[in-house]
């Protein structure tokens, strides 16, 4: 056992390990924290610490942090170097601001955000049209990485006209030579929000409060099977038959 570890060159503490699925009061914790995000994104991890310990959790600040990290939660407020960009990754300007949205398909955009499960997290992608606020498309992945953003590009453009502009923050997924090669193959306007301005994308950080607040938030899922298909349900509902104020 040690020569085959030796020769695959992986350590035998690695070969032994078996993951432990966060305990209840850590699922709770997330819960806690990404529900008072939406409330308050410029709480840090001293006001997040402060916040749990009002609801009866005894956590220190760098159990906090640890579990900001987690969910991928920074507080919002001007600082230098609010996100560092991959050196090999070319990072776009937006082009979107004093820009009238006249007409569908003449603005999408995209975002991640964490959806919590009964014993672990996955990450949404979505795809929206900026003028009928229509998901276009979406998946969810237990891995951060760029393929599963890229698959639902793809079938955005599959099957919808090619937008002029496509919006999307400064993350690597987004930056990826992957996923913009495949922009410009469609010959798309790529844009991109500025860093720390998250109202840059603020349709689609409208959409995460929806899904969170009308669907994870009010259902136990067991696994990722079962979120896609609630998921899957919810996009229906709310492309069909959710009204829109603002469109009337």
Known sequence: MVRQCQLLGVSRSSLYYQPI?????????????????????????????????TQGYTVNRKRVQRLMRQLGLQAIYPKPKLSESHPEHQIYPYLLRGVDIVSVNQVWSTDITYLPVFRGHFYLVAIM???????????????????????????????????????SDQGSQFTAHAFTDCLKQARVNISMDGRGRCHDNIFIERLWRSVKWELIYL????????????????????NRQRPHQLLG
């Not at 009061?25 to 994104?41: A, F, I, V, W």
Request: overall charge neutral; charged content about 25%; proline content about 4%.
């Open 129 to 167: 049209d900026w003028f009928s606020r229509k998901v276009l498309s979406w998946r969810v992945s237990n891995t951060m990485d760029v393929y599963f953003c890229l698959a639902a590009l793809e079938e955005a453009l599959n099957k919808y006209p090619i937008p002029e502009i496509f919006n």
């Open 21 to 53: 699925a966060p305990s209840g009061e850590e699922m709770t914790l997330l819960k806690l924290m990404d529900q008072q995000y939406l409330r308050t994104p410029f709480y840090g991890s001293r006001r997040m610490k402060a916040y749990l310990q």
């Open 219 to 238: 259902k136990a899922f067991e696994d990722g099977q079962h979120l896609s298909q609630e998921v899957k349900n919810w996009f229906h509902w709310y």
